[in-house]
T-cell receptor, first 113, second 114 residues
């Protein structure tokens, strides 16, 4: 499983755009990049997943350069409720086989008023 | 549509005791995974159940065991509890044929071992 590296913590202010970068130098050809969000005393929640270029949903955007050795989660106009730990995961997608999610320590994002 | 539910929410045990945690997956999901999350750390994979069998296991001792029932619900059992077993235990459900890395997590069971 590819190892990921992301900042331990980040601070931002309400209304700003936040970009959290994750490094995954040994990503494999069949690996996808997935981001989860976790609030205190709750289970992680899936945010977004992508393979290359750009993926956007109603919550966030995910930017993946051509070499796929890193990825950036972009949260537009954050609010106080976006304060959480954000995890970057790299794993293959394969239907019909066991899939364990490997979480690192994540990035603690604190949104300030 | 109920999401993943877990019981109990909190539990206090003493060293050497045994504990059983329960999980009901999201409606329509057939795969259940269990994770242990120590304070300040990311969740660590314990094992995954599919078709009532343990399909994959993380780096956890045999004191950790589980079961999946025909209705896809699952139990996590931990024997001979150690102080280090104190953690948030998370259950996650998914659809085996989904071909996707999205797992739906429950709120967890907070286990404290004294």
């Amino acid at each position: 499983l590819a190892k990921t590296t992301q900042p331990i913590s980040m601070d931002s202010y309400e209304g700003q755009e936040v970009n959290i970068t994750c490094s995954h130098n040994n990503i494999a050809t069949n690996d996808y990049i997935t981001w989860y969000q976790q609030f205190p005393s709750q289970g992680p929640r899936f945010i977004i997943q992508g393979y290359k270029t750009k993926v956007t949903n109603e919550v966030a955007s995910l930017f993946i350069p051509a070499d796929r050795k890193s990825s950036t989660l972009s949260l537009p106009r954050v609010s106080l409720s976006d304060t959480a730990v954000y995890y970057c995961l790299v794993a293959p997608i394969s239907s019909g086989s066991a899939r364990q999610l490997t979480f690192g320590s994540g990035t603690q994002l604190t949104v300030l008023p | 549509d109920a999401g993943v539910t877990q019981s109990p929410t909190h539990l206090i045990k003493t060293r050497g005791q045994q504990v059983t945690l329960r999980c009901s997956p999201k409606s329509g999901h057939d795969t259940v995974s269990w994770y242990q999350q120590a304070l300040g750390q990311g969740p660590q994979f314990i094992f995954q159940y599919y078709e009532e069998e343990e399909r994959q296991r993380g780096n956890f001792p045999d004191r950790f065991s589980g079961h999946q029932f025909p209705n896809y619900s699952s139990e996590l059992n931990v024997n001979a509890l150690l102080l280090g077993d104190s953690a948030l235990y998370l259950c996650a459900s998914s659809l085996d044929r989904g071909g996707y890395n999205e797992q739906f997590f429950g709120p967890g069971t907070r286990l404290t071992v004294l």
